[in-house]
Nanobody
């Protein structure tokens, strides 16, 4: 009954920018941490960026100062602004969130379906 819906993926040229969005909907009481992961062909899924409910952020070293994660709590949405994109950023990007459903006392982790980001000339 909780769903993460992603948008904003696509094809961009090296050096370009892309903004991913992920909106959570359903039986939501509150959302704690939200994060973006990515998985390239033949590689394991890795954490790209995460943001706490209070706005504290963390990034993997390869994207720091190029990517920015943010959230709009009123919209239950997390964003990933990606600038100066490189071919190495090509991957399927997944949204992830710890959601506390209404009435529940613990968080449950949810994944989005993934959105393809391709950086190529």
């Amino acid at each position: 009954q909780v769903q993460l819906v992603e948008s904003g993926g696509g094809l961009v040229q090296p050096g370009g920018s892309l903004r991913l969005s992920c909106a959570a909907s359903g039986n939501i009481g509150s959302i704690n941490n939200m994060a973006w992961y990515r998985q390239a062909p033949g590689k394991q899924r890795e954490l790209v960026a995460e943001i706490t409910s209070g706005g504290s952020t963390r990034y993997t070293a390869s994207v720091k100062e190029r990517f920015t994660i943010s959230r709009d709590n009123a919209k239950n949405t997390v964003y990933l602004q990606m600038n100066s994109l490189k071919p190495e950023d090509t991957a399927v990007y997944y949204c992830n969130a710890d959601v506390r459903r209404k009435i529940f006392t613990v968080d449950v982790n949810y994944w989005g379906q993934g959105t393809q980001v391709t950086v190529s000339s």
